[in-house]
């Protein structure tokens, strides 16, 4: 990852060729250079899940709320997506979603590429 690429996330999120952050549930911690990779999986399997879903309303929230996952990752402050007229599926949505999340972005043990420890 370049240092233009790390320049677009807050100085407090990247320390010692690790990306770290917590907002709610929500957990980063990632090697810097495995960001790319991790981000591109992460991408491809929410989509995956959210073209599975049959309703098209729970589909576009899926999206929205994919989208709101990919800026968290990226550093950015957003507003999290409301659950449409407070469908339930929508929490389940968002319960797979946030698991896609954690299961590629957070990797406390695994090293850098290219590191000796």
Request: glycine share 4%; charged share 20%; net charge positive.
């Amino acid at each position: 990852m370049s240092d233009y690429e790390l320049s677009r996330f807050p100085a407090t999120m990247v320390s010692q060729n690790r990306i770290k952050t917590k907002k709610g549930r929500l957990n980063m911690d990632v090697p810097t250079a495995s960001f790319p990779t991790a981000f591109s999986t992460f991408s491809s399997a929410a989509e995956g899940f959210a073209m599975t879903l049959s309703d098209v309303l729970h589909r576009k929230f899926a999206y929205s709320y994919l989208t709101y996952l990919q800026e968290v990752a990226q550093g950015a402050e957003q507003v999290r997506p409301n659950a449409v007229s407070g469908r339930p599926a929508c929490r389940l949505i968002c319960n797979e979603l946030e698991r896609l999340f954690r299961c590629h972005f957070f990797k406390p043990d695994e090293v850098p590429v290219g590191s000796s420890s």
